[in-house]
T-cell receptor, first 113, second 116 residues
Framework: QKEVEQNSGPLSVPEGAIASLNCTYS??????FFWYRQYSGKSPELIMS????GDKEDGRFTAQLNKASQYVSLLIRDSQPSDSATYLC?????????????FGKGTKLSVIP | SAVISQKPSRDICQRGTSLTIQCQVD?????MFWYRQQPGQSLTLIAT?????????ESGFVIDKFPISRPNLTFSTLTVSNMSPEDSSIYLC?????????????FGQGTRLTVV
């Protein structure tokens, strides 16, 4: 059974600091990796996707992928209180011909002003 | 990305009753997915809805409890039948967006269900 593991947190960082969120996955065949942000009471919002080893930057967000270690991370630079949310790591269930996702339990991030 | 409208956004229901949740997409999509998010938990896939065929259910979910309709390529419904308090969750509709290079998944606003 495919597994996606995350630290549940909460992770607290001061405003302006770098928040580092980590995720490991069990399926070595996984090719796509996603980070969703979910504010309390809201639905998940896709913020980053990464498909190749290395770093991918988008504004204050950087996703890092290491397929050999089965590890994907999300860095948030210059953290803002508005970044306070739960961050979900998701990996597609490959081979089914459709885009079902397995989610980690999520890491709750609190950015302290 | 596809725009997904889901309704109702929330409801409070009596145990033993049923609730039908609707999901409308602004473009034609092959697959639609229904997820459940129990309080304080992550998302769990309930079933995959493909137009023109029966939905495919994940382990632990059955058609009698969660019947799904997919009458066309832009619409699906999920019914939560014979509800109990354990069904209190957020139910989310999702679609895959097959871009030129990659495929990504997007979610509707969710339906927050409370069963009393």
């Amino acid at each position: 059974q495919k597994e996606v593991e995350q630290n549940s947190g909460p992770l607290s960082v001061p405003e302006g600091a770098i928040a580092s969120l980590n995720c490991t996955y069990s399926d070595r065949g996984s090719q796509s990796f996603f980070w969703y942000r979910q504010y309390s009471g809201k639905s998940p919002e896709l913020i980053m996707s990464i498909y190749s080893n290395g770093d991918k930057e988008d504004g204050r967000f950087t996703a890092q992928l290491n397929k050999a270690s089965q590890y994907v991370s999300l860095l948030i630079r210059d953290s803002q209180p508005s970044d306070s949310a739960t961050y979900l790591c998701a990996v597609p269930n490959s081979g089914a011909g459709s885009y079902q996702l397995t989610f980690g339990k999520g890491t709750k991030l609190s950015v302290i002003p | 990305s596809a725009v997904i409208s889901q309704k109702p956004s929330r409801d409070i229901c009596q145990r033993g009753t049923s609730l039908t949740i609707q999901c409308q997409v602004d473009s034609q999509v092959t697959m639609m997915f229904w997820y459940r998010q129990q309080p304080g938990q992550s998302l769990t896939l309930i079933a995959t809805a493909n137009q023109g065929s029966e939905a495919t259910y994940e382990s632990g979910f059955v058609i009698d409890k969660f019947p799904i309709s997919r009458p066309n390529l832009t619409f699906s419904t999920l019914t939560v039948s014979n509800m109990s308090p354990e069904d209190s969750s957020i139910y989310l509709c999702s679609v895959e967006d097959r871009g030129v290079r990659n495929t990504e998944a997007f979610f509707g606003q969710g339906t927050r269900l409370t069963v009393v």
